[in-house]
């Protein structure tokens, strides 16, 4: 896991926390799982501003979230 930035080593603790999967387990699948999931999220969000700048709302990001945990 050292090789992973402090934010995609956020995200794959927090994505393993709901499951009480065992910390030093070998991630298997779900590395992809959660990349997926997020490209999914930040292309159904992303506006294009001009030029090269893309752009995500966050609000958006976060009701997607919302929706999914309540279910």
Same mark, same amino acid.
């Given at each position: 896991? #050292?090789e992973? #930035? ?11 926390s709901?499951f009480?999967?065992?910390?030093? #387990? ?12 997020l490209r999914a ?10 030029h090269?700048?893309w ?12 929706e999914?945990?309540?279910?």
């Amino acid at each position: 896991m #050292s090789e992973l #930035s402090p934010a995609a080593q956020a995200v794959f603790w927090e994505f393993n926390s709901k499951f009480d999967w065992i910390k030093d #387990s070998v991630p298997g699948p779900q590395y992809k799982a959660i990349a997926a999931a997020l490209r999914a999220a930040v292309a159904h969000t992303q506006q294009h501003h001009n030029h090269d700048v893309w752009k995500c709302d966050a609000d958006e990001l976060l009701a997607i979230a919302d929706e999914l945990e309540a279910q």
